[in-house]
Structure formats: C-alpha cells, structure tokens
C-alpha cells in the first residue's frame, strides 16, 4: 500500500512553461486535495475533488486547473508558469468528508525562474 | 487571510522540556481541530485532534487544551524528544463543510536540542 504518492520531486521551469504534477492514490479514497505551502503561510487549498468528474475551487485557485477522470488519480495543470508558482505542493486523500484526516503525499518542490 | 492563527512562528526547546504552541480562530461553526506534524521533505501527518466538546486530550506525551469561550486551542509537548523536532501545524473545519476542507495555521517550526 504506497499511499498518496506524488511525481516529480522536484521541477526547475521557466516562466512562461506549463508542466502537470502528478497524483495517485491507492487506498480507495473519495476526496482528494491539492495544497501548496509557502514558508510562514502554512497550507493553502488550491482545488479539490469528492470523485471522479467532481471537481472545485480552493483558495488559491488562480493559475491552476485539475482534472479527476479515476478515482485514483488528480492531476495539477500549470498553465504559463509564473514565480508566484514557486512552492512545495502536496497532494491529500481522505476516506471521507467526516473522517476529517488526511492522507499527504510526499510532495514536489516546484521552482519557477 | 488567515481563519487560523497560529504562534510563534518557531521555538527552541531543551530535551525533556515542554513546546506550547497557541491556536485561535474566529469562525464559530468550526468543531473539529486537528494537528499535523510535518519533518523535513515529508507531508504533513496527523498528530492529535481534539472536538469541542472535551476541554482536553492527550495521546501519549501530545495533549490539546481546547478552550471553546476563548476560541483558543493549544498543542503542549510534554518532555519534548530530538525526535520532535518538526514543523507544527493547528487546522480547523466545520462539520457543515461536507468537503471536509480543513483550515491550517502558519505552522510552528520545533527544535529540540539533545
């Protein structure tokens, strides 16, 4: 059981690129979240989804967009990567909505020059 | 802005003394408030989490005081190990959020010297 796992670790772009960061998870879970955490700012929520198909806007939207076609995965899309974007983005999981804990994949740390 | 406000940024303690870290928040329909603990190049994982409902908790050398008039919670430490140093954070949500999304704190970052 690998959990929540996330692809690349690590990711140098230009501005002006776009990339996707990969998300999986195995343990069956109905909601998944996407986070990136700035140093002294915590976790902030960038999008989520309660299945397949379902997906909607976090706090920190702008600049992003996702998908969920599986349940299994939750690709985040950057699309014309700014500096702004520089950040440790981390993936969750959760059972449900109630269960209240979340799942946290490794990370990838994401710089943009 | 920040719905969870979390204190101090960082601290340093001695082996064997004790980390306090503060929470506060204003939205009232929050009724659950998970700690996650977080070291270097991990995720963040869940610690403890404490409901509204009990003024404490206490798993182990971890407890959450929970003071509901005040809005306050807190995470104490008790005689604090090398193998706590880590990044702290405080979260809250509200079971009317049938998302589940959770609200964190800033984080708090923990060393323990030996």
């Known amino acids: 059981n690998a959990g929540v796992t996330q692809t690349p670790k690590f990711r140098i772009l230009k501005i002006g690129q776009s990339m996707t960061l990969q998300c999986t998870q195995d343990m069956n879970h109905n909601y998944m979240y996407w986070y990136r955490q700035d140093p002294g700012m915590g976790l902030k929520l960038i999008y989520y989804s309660v299945g397949a198909g379902i997906t909607d806007k976090g706090e920190v939207p702008n600049g992003y967009n996702v998908s969920r076609s599986t349940t299994e995965d939750f690709p985040l899309r950057l699309e014309l990567a700014a500096p702004s974007q520089t950040s440790v983005y981390f993936c969750a999981s959760s059972w449900t909505s109630r269960t209240y804990e979340q799942y946290f994949g490794p990370g990838t740390r994401l710089t943009v020059t | 802005q920040q719905q969870v406000k979390q204190s101090p940024q960082s601290l340093i303690v001695q082996k064997g003394g004790i980390s306090i870290i503060n929470c506060a928040y204003e939205n009232t329909a929050f009724d659950y408030f998970p700690w996650y603990q977080q070291f270097p190049g991990k995720g963040p994982a869940l610690l403890i989490a404490?409901?509204?409902?009990?003024s404490e908790k206490k798993e182990g050398r971890f407890t959450i005081s929970f003071n509901k008039s005040a809005k306050q919670f807190s995470l104490h430490i008790m005689d604090s190990q090398p193998g706590d140093s880590a990044t702290y954070f405080c979260?809250?949500?509200?079971?009317?959020?049938?998302?589940?999304?959770?609200?964190f704190g800033a984080g708090t970052q923990v060393v323990v010297t030996p």
């Open positions: 979260a809250a949500t509200s079971s009317t959020d049938s998302w589940g999304k959770l609200q």
């Open positions: 404490i409901r509204p409902d009990v």
